[in-house]
Nanobody
């Protein structure tokens, strides 16, 4: 059974860091482009960062470039989102997604992704 589970969310002060984890079962994350998306209250879900399957090339939203990084752990079949210098506007539910139909080059377009996790809440507040 295909499943994606995110973890690592929580409450952090502005300027702090969090690392989110994306664990997959039923398929191998290395074979697919993987993206992190987020949805803040009252806003549409947006692409944050992604990693391609072919060469691990990455793409970032302008709002997180220089602060967020994405990485793979092939041995554990996991993807990590390292978030540094967090801001209150980073508060959102964060989702991990895998692109199966077009698995090679990642995008920040949610319609390109097929498998989704249930999300993990990140709250940045003092």
């Amino acid at each position: 059974q295909v499943q994606i589970v995110e973890s690592g969310g929580g409450l952090v002060q502005p300027g702090g860091s969090l690392r989110l984890s994306c664990a997959a079962s039923g398929f191998t994350l290395d074979d697919y482009a993987v993206g992190w998306f987020r949805q803040a209250p009252g806003k549409e879900r947006e692409g944050v960062i992604c990693i391609s399957s072919s060469d691990d090339a990455t793409d970032y939203a302008d709002s997180v470039q220089g602060r967020f990084t994405i990485s793979r752990d092939s041995a554990k079949n996991m993807i990590y989102l390292q978030m540094n210098s967090l801001k209150p506007e980073d508060t959102a539910v964060y989702y991990c997604a895998a692109a199966v139909i077009n698995p090679v080059v990642c995008t920040l377009t949610q319609g390109d992704y097929d498998y989704w996790g249930q999300g993990t809440q990140v709250t940045v507040s003092s």
